[in-house]
C-alpha cells in the first residue's frame, strides 16, 4: 500500500508560480512511476505530468509543456511540480498518482494504483 498527500495549492494571480508537493508513504515509493493529474469544476480528469521511477524520463501535457516541471526526490519520498506562468484555466484539484504503467510518453493507471485526495490550485485573472 502506498498512500499519497499532496500539499502547496492555493489561491495565486495569473503569471503566478506554485509548487505542489506529494509526500508518499509506504512500501516501494522508489519503485513507482508517477504522475499528476488535474480535474477543472464541470471537466473530466485530465493528465499533467509523469516522472518514471528513476527521474530520468518525463512527460507533460501540451496545455503545460514548458511552463510546469515534474520532479522527485526518492531519498525524501516526495514527488514535486513545479507550476510557472500559470493561467486561469490550470484552475482545478491536482491529485498525484503513483504505479501505473509509464512508457516515457504514454502514463496510464489501473483499478489497483494509487491517488491522492488532491489539492485546489485557482489562479485568477
Known amino acids: 500500500q502506498v498512500q499519497l498527500v499532496e500539499s502547496g495549492g492555493g489561491l495565486v494571480q495569473a503569471g503566478g508560480s506554485l509548487r505542489l508537493s506529494c509526500a508518499a508513504s509506504g512500501r516501494s515509493f522508489s519503485s513507482y512511476a508517477m504522475g499528476w493529474f488535474r480535474q477543472a469544476p464541470g471537466k473530466e480528469r485530465e493528465f499533467v505530468a509523469a516522472i518514471a521511477w528513476s527521474g530520468g524520463s518525463t512527460s507533460y501535457a501540451d496545455s503545460v509543456k514548458g511552463r510546469f516541471t515534474i520532479s522527485r526526490d526518492n531519498a525524501k519520498n516526495t514527488l514535486y511540480l513545479q507550476m510557472n506562468s500559470l493561467k486561469p484555466e490550470d484552475t482545478a484539484i491536482y491529485y498525484c498518482?503513483?504505479?501505473?504503467?509509464?512508457?516515457?510518453?504514454?502514463?496510464?493507471?489501473?483499478?489497483?494504483?494509487?491517488w491522492g485526495q488532491g489539492t485546489q490550485v485557482t489562479v485568477s485573472s
Open positions: 498518482t503513483a504505479g501505473g504503467y509509464y512508457t516515457g510518453s504514454h502514463y496510464s493507471l489501473g483499478v489497483n494504483d494509487y
